[in-house]
């Protein structure tokens, strides 16, 4: 089965209000990661966050490794911010780490 | 500047050729990768190289092969291409295999008709 569920598939928001996006493994992961890709393609990594909190900008992720689940929260939501997000995590595989990624979350923010 | 470099951005090929995708990277990382990218299925891991000459399959490394003579540079090679390849193409790096953030470049778009 899929090892990396993100949830929900797709949001729109008006500019302003908040989003959380939910990052559900079921590996162990010794790593994981949040991506932003572009609508027109581009990946670009937002946070790396193996557990805990971390904080960058208007983006806060909360991973808790032992329920294998992650979460990244968008504040105040600009226009600019849509795109789909990934959620990827590295799991020890034999003697090296593959990322695996989620089907991500499609987020369109409204004007 | 940090970055990952595919080569070329977009490309068209015919049935049978030989198919070419480029990556290279500029920040002295140790592993680099391939992946795919399709409608539906994310993005899917093709192969790894942790070094030069030291290259591992991915989840879906039929009808692919990878070469890494240099450690900044990453190509991926379609002998004969077919339909079903027809995706988008991203490399990506990382300082080590294990525990460290992944940079993607912009990724390739190939067509096989």
């Known amino acids: 089965g899929q090892q990396v569920q993100q949830s929900p598939a797709s949001l729109v928001l008006q500019e302003g209000e908040n989003a959380e996006l939910q990052c559900n493994f079921s590996?162990?992961?010794?790593?994981l990661q949040w991506f932003y890709q572009s609508p027109g393609g581009s990946l670009v990594s937002l946070l790396s966050?193996?557990?805990g909190t971390k904080h960058t900008g208007r983006l806060t992720s909360t991973t808790v490794t032992k329920e294998r689940r992650s979460s990244l929260h968008i504040s105040s939501s600009q226009t600019t911010d849509s795109g789909t997000y990934l959620c990827?995590?590295?799991?020890?595989?034999?003697?090296?780490?593959?990322?695996?990624f989620g089907a991500g979350t499609r987020l369109a923010v409204c004007p | 500047d940090m970055k990952v470099t595919q080569m070329p951005r977009y490309l068209i090929k015919r049935m049978g050729e030989n198919v070419l995708l480029e990556c290279g990277q500029d920040?002295?990382?140790?592993?680099m990768y391939w992946y795919r990218q399709d409608p539906g299925l994310g993005l899917q891991l093709i192969y790894i190289?942790?070094?030069?000459?030291?290259?591992s399959e991915g989840d879906i490394p039929k009808g692919y092969r990878v070469s890494r003579k240099k450690r900044e540079h990453f190509s991926l090679i379609l002998d004969s291409a077919k339909t079903n390849q027809t995706s988008v193409y991203f490399c990506?790096?990382?300082?080590?295999?294990?525990?460290?953030?992944?940079?993607f470049g912009k990724g390739t778009r190939l067509t096989v008709v």
């Open positions: 990506a790096s990382s300082l080590h295999r294990a525990n460290t953030e992944v940079f």
């Open positions: 590996s162990t992961a010794t790593q």
């Open positions: 966050n193996p557990s």
């Open positions: 990827a995590i590295d799991k020890l595989s034999g003697s090296f780490n593959k990322l695996t």
């Open positions: 920040m002295s990382h140790e592993t």
């Open positions: 190289s942790y070094d030069v000459d030291s290259n």
